[in-house]
Every structure is written in structure tokens, then in C-alpha cells.
């Protein structure tokens, strides 16, 4: 099952000292808006997310459609066709996308150990 470009999406408490911190590490910011208090930053093919105020807990982030890049791939297995498919291996969906839809959508589910992964996709 192919899921897409992965990030992590971080819960911060302060976005400057977050983005300051991630640079040390080698990111550079590739998208967002610090004013309105979400970043994405880059290191490669690595992308992270910092996003102040937003969420509760970090997420494990699935964009399908999509490069490290943010580029939309050619060919690429729609999210509500990734959710269906998890819906039928017993997979419980808590927040679903919309089956009769096309374009973007999204689901979100919980692992075992309560991580909460998004499947977000953006095409």
C-alpha cells in the first residue's frame, strides 16, 4: 500500500524556538507561515512539520499524491481508496473522508499505541 510523501506533524509550544532548533539540525523552512504559526520544514528528502496551537499531539503525516517535494505525482492510489481498504482489514477509521467525493480528502486513524496518523491528501 503506497501512502504518500511522509512527515511528522510536531505539536510545538513556540514556533521560533522550534524552527531555530530543526535549523541546527540542517532544516530549512519550504512552506508555511510563521505568522499564522505553522511551518513546514525540509532536510532532503525529510519533512517535518511544526505547527503551534493547532493539535494537541504529534501526528504521523501520509500525503498521498504527493513527492518530498510537494509535487503532485502522476500516478498515485487515491485516499479514499487507501481508507476503504483499511476499513475492510479491520482498520477503524476516526475521522473519515468523504467516499463520493474526488480531489482532496483526508482520514486520520489511531495505532495501537494511540499515535494518530493523517492520511491528507492535497490533489
Known sequence: MELGNFSVSLAVKDIEASKL?????G??????DQTQNWLIMKNGVHNIGLFQGMFDNNILTFNPGWSSDARPLGEFTDVREL???LKESGVDVIAE???SSTGPASFMIVDP?????????HV
Open 21 to 25: 532548533f530543526y535549523e541546527k539540525l
Open 27 to 32: 532544516f530549512t523552512v519550504f512552506a508555511g
Open 83 to 85: 481508507q476503504r481498504r
Open 97 to 99: 473522508a468523504d467516499e
Open 113 to 121: 499505541d494511540g499515535n494518530t496518523i493523517l492520511v491528507d491528501q
